[in-house]
């Protein structure tokens, strides 16, 4: 099994940054890619940004040149520089990890707990 634990939400003005951190532990064997999905109310989970274990990065188009995604392989973690956040950014942010663990033989998906992000205009 794996647990991914975020941390860094919070609340903050328009024009604001955060950084959200989500660090993995586990038996884990390989953590093929990681990510950041996105749930505002009433609406569906969305893509926010991934990273693969190679580094290469894929955002959506409504974070371009805002949020920047990165990984530190060494500790199992992924981080999202979140800059110039809007009030339409706010939702609960989920951590996406698709690992391979000690004991399977193919990947699965596994996510946090959420943090919470809340931009006020």
């Known amino acids: 099994q794996v647990q991914l634990v975020e941390s860094g939400g919070g609340l903050v003005q328009a024009g604001e940054s955060l950084r959200l951190s989500c660090a993995a532990s586990g038996s884990i064997f390989l953590i093929n890619a990681m990510g950041w999905y996105r749930q505002a109310p009433g609406k569906q989970r969305e893509l926010v940004a991934t990273?693969?274990?190679?580094?290469?990065?894929n955002y959506t188009d409504s974070v371009k040149g805002r949020f920047t995604i990165s990984r530190d392989n060494a500790k199992n973690t992924v981080y999202l520089q979140m800059n110039s956040l809007k009030p339409e950014d706010t939702a609960a942010y989920y951590c996406y990890a698709r690992a391979i663990t000690r004991g399977t033989l193919w990947p699965l998906d596994y996510w946090g707990q959420g943090t919470q992000v809340t931009v006020s205009s």
């Open positions: 990273i693969n274990s190679g580094g290469s990065t």
